[in-house]
């Protein structure tokens, strides 16, 4: 992984608490279904995915 893309980790992590935070919030107040639903696994793997790299993960090699 390349240095700058190892210092957007932030962005991604930020990026994807608040779009697990929107659609939680649909969910909670009955507005939403199955697309939160997706949408709030979408942002946890962004959080996920986020610290990965900041801990300096490379991906998956052969």
């Known amino acids: ?3 700058p893309a190892r210092n957007t980790w932030p962005v991604v992590i930020t ?3 608040v779009f697990t935070l929107l659609n939680l919030t649909a969910l909670v107040l009955r507005d939403g279904g199955w697309p939160e639903i997706v949408g709030v ?3 946890i793997a962004l959080v996920i995915v986020g610290f990965a790299m ?3 993960w490379a991906g998956v090699r052969r």
């Open 41 to 43: 696994a979408i942002g």
């Open 1 to 3: 992984m390349t240095t």
């Open 54 to 56: 900041q801990r300096g």
């Open 15 to 17: 990026l994807g608490g």
